[in-house]
T-cell receptor
Framework: DAEITQSPRHKITETGRQVTLACHQT?????MFWYRQDLGHGLRLIHY???????NKGEVSDGYSVSRSNTEDLPLTLESAASSQTSVYFCASSEGGSGANVLTFGAGSRLTVL | SQQGEEDPQALSIQEGENATMNCSYK?????LQWYRQNSGRGLVHLILIRSNEREKHSGRLRVTLDTSKKSSSLLITASRAADTASYFCATDQIQGAQKLVFGQGTRLTINP
């Protein structure tokens, strides 16, 4: 069965370190998204991609970067982790094209920055 | 800024009762979607209603959309303990180029 997987599921790191969260989908979806979820803010869009070599900034992109070298993967990198980036991160994908943009979500990655 | 705002933020009802959650949004949309999130899990798509639709049903779910008021409601009938979760509305904005904007969610608790 097709799926979308995130790793690691839990990560503790220190301020200033580089962290990469992986997202891998086997749906063959064109669109991929990274959201963060914080109490009181719901889900906020960090970065998104409509296809290979395409990346776009979302609402809260400062301090984050992504790259899309193939259809299946959209890794999220925190260049220099800050305590404000402690959050739960969700990757999602959708088919793209002219269809309705229905998202399939991963299980989430809980990141703690000390 | 968040497009959707859910109301109430939290709702607690008895099993078997109906649960109604509301969502308001600000800009023109292609469609509005509702998602469920169980504790510690990712979001799961429940139902989508297009901007030219007024009501849609799926099992025990009923969604309405009023584009003139920029609002939507999700009704869960005959609630069950398994319906305990957070529910989010998400808007697919006309100028949003296929990226959904989520509200803050309603935390629903079904008491046995």
């Amino acid at each position: 069965d097709a799926e979308i997987t995130q790793s690691p599921r839990h990560k503790i790191t220190e301020t200033g370190r580089q962290v990469t969260l992986a997202c891998h989908q086997t749906w063959n979806h064109n669109n991929m998204f990274w959201y963060r979820q914080d109490l009181g803010h719901g889900l906020r869009l960090i970065h998104y991609s409509y296809g290979v070599q395409d990346t776009n900034k979302g609402e809260v992109s400062d301090g984050y970067s992504v790259s899309r070298s193939n259809t299946e993967d959209l890794p999220l990198t925190l260049e220099s982790a800050a305590s404000s980036q402690t959050s739960v991160y969700f990757c999602a994908s959708s088919e793209g094209g002219s269809g309705a943009n229905v998202l399939t979500f991963g299980a989430g990655s809980r990141l703690t920055v000390l | 800024s968040q497009q959707g705002e859910e109301d109430p933020q939290a709702l607690s009802i008895q099993e078997g009762e109906n649960a109604t959650m509301n969502c308001s949004y600000k800009t023109s949309i292609n469609n509005l979607q509702w998602y469920r999130q169980n504790s510690g899990r990712g979001l799961v798509h429940l139902i989508l209603i297009r901007s030219n639709e007024r009501e849609k049903h799926s099992g025990r779910l009923r969604v309405t959309l009023d584009t003139s008021k920029k609002s939507s409601s999700l009704l869960i009938t005959a609630s069950r303990a398994a319906d305990t979760a957070s529910y989010f509305c998400a808007t697919d904005q006309i100028q949003g180029a296929q990226k959904l904007v989520f509200g803050q969610g309603t935390r629903l608790t079904i008491n046995p």
